[in-house]
């Protein structure tokens, strides 16, 4: 299913591209009879074929994960730390934030958790690139702000929210971003669903995707003026 939704999408976001440089071909065609400058219309198509390249890898990123079997997956699965796999994360997302802008960047800060924590069974690469997904989000939202993050212990009771009965780590990352619409909320999770230009659209897309074969889900609350917090919740035990 989120094979065939990332289709459908690129298939809109490549025939938007496509117009976008037919269009600045066409436009440079006409200043081209006054002899203006085209730069302006070269960098267009130039922004148009990177973000044709972003959108190339972006699927090979989402095919390679989504499309792997859940069985072949689960040979890879060991027991894990959550304590430690969240502050590693964290450490990837303060290093990364400040390689993007040195001077300017969002302070992480885990917050201090007082419940023992299960271990997770899973495969930890993956459950990388679901934290490494879902932090970026957050510092890219919250900008010079702060991002929190903290995890504790849950017993579920009922299901609620594509997560079954059980025992699960949650972990909660919380942004000081502008928040997002109502109308949006459920939309999110859409592959290549993004408000920046310059952003691929597929972090959120990719977590879900991550935390649902491993028996978990990724649930968002959020409103405008008041940032987001994204909750993953991962099956765990002793």
Known sequence: RALLTLTKSIAKKSTEIIQSVRNEVER????????????????????????????????VTLSSHIGRDTEAVKD???????????????????????????????????????????????DEGELNLCLDAL?????????TGHVYVRLCQENITISEANVEPGDYVDVHITDEGQGIADCDVDIVFEPLYTTKIDRRG??????????????????????IGNGTTVALYLPSKE
């Not at 200043?31 to 390249?53: C, G, H, Q, V, Y």
């Not at 932090?135 to 900008?143: F, R």
């Open 28 to 59: 440079a065609r006409e200043r081209l009879k006054s002899s203006a400058d085209l730069s302006e219309n070269l960098d267009a198509i130039e922004d148009a074929t990177l973000r044709w390249a972003s959108l190339e890898n972006m699927f």
């Open 76 to 122: 890879t699965y060991c027991s894990i730390k959550p304590l430690e796999l969240v502050d590693n994360a964290v450490s990837r997302a303060l290093v990364n934030a400040l390689y993007e802008s040195p001077t300017s960047f969002p302070n992480i800060i885990r917050e201090p958790h007082n419940s023992k924590l299960k271990h997770i069974v899973g």
């Open 135 to 143: 932090l970026d989000n957050a510092v890219e939202a919250s900008n």
């Open 202 to 223: 597929m972090g959120l897309s990719v977590a879900a995707s991550i935390a649902q074969r491993h028996g978990g889900a990724v649930k968002l609350s959020s409103s």
